[in-house]
């Protein structure tokens, strides 16, 4: 049970119903744990189209889909974030941004909380600039740091300032790095991502 997904929110268990509200999901209106239970990956980007493409991708590396099959948005009430589920895979949109993929997450993270998941891996998949790299390498990001270059994300959470390390998960680095060697198609690093309030003066 330690795998489970664990909040420190003392408060959700005596709410009476959990809106999702970005998602347009609830736990009176959705039953989570038969919708997501057997999630174990959870594969975020920007772009709502994208992530379509990626889940279609999934099915069929996978063998869950066919040819021309449509896969519909989990979360088709809202038009802010588009969600896609196939096996034990969950593709989700989080738009630009820190903000925008902060709220995304705090939702998310509920959602697998509410459906009772355990051992999840959650990845980012995206663009970005390169320093010092050809361009098309994959860099699996240890690290990410801010405008200062500090491995830090900071926030502003009832009034205080709270900091949190960005330090990513080195052993499931060293597994996809050992997964690029085997595949062998593309220039693979490990490395640092910077990420940032904004897309040009803050880079």
Do not use: W
């Amino acid at each position: 049970r330690e795998n489970f997904i664990h909040l420190c929110n003392p408060h959700l268990e005596k709410m009476k119903e959990d809106i999702l509200y970005h998602f347009a999901l609830g736990t009176s209106t959705h039953d989570f744990p038969t919708l997501f239970g057997d999630v174990k990956f959870v594969c975020v980007g920007g772009s709502p189209s994208r992530m379509k493409a990626f889940i279609a991708y999934i099915a069929e590396e996978l063998g869950l889909g066919s040819p021309g099959c449509d896969y519909p948005n989990i979360c088709a009430g809202t038009d802010r974030y588009a969600m896609y589920k196939v096996g034990p895979v969950l593709s989700v949109s989080h738009g630009m941004g820190i903000p925008s993929i902060s709220i995304m997450l705090h939702e998310l993270i509920k959602l697998l909380y509410h459906a009772k998941c355990s051992d999840i891996t959650i990845i980012r998949i995206g663009t970005s600039g390169g320093i010092g790299l050809e361009p098309g390498s994959v860099v699996i990001t240890r690290q990410s740091v801010d405008a200062t270059f500090k491995p830090q994300l900071e926030q502003v959470v009832l009034g205080k300032t709270v900091i949190r390390s960005t330090n990513l998960d080195e052993q499931l680095a060293k597994e996809l790095m050992q997964c690029s060697k085997e595949i062998g198609q593309f220039n693979t690093v490990i490395g640092n991502t910077m990420c940032t309030l904004d897309f040009y003066e803050g880079k």
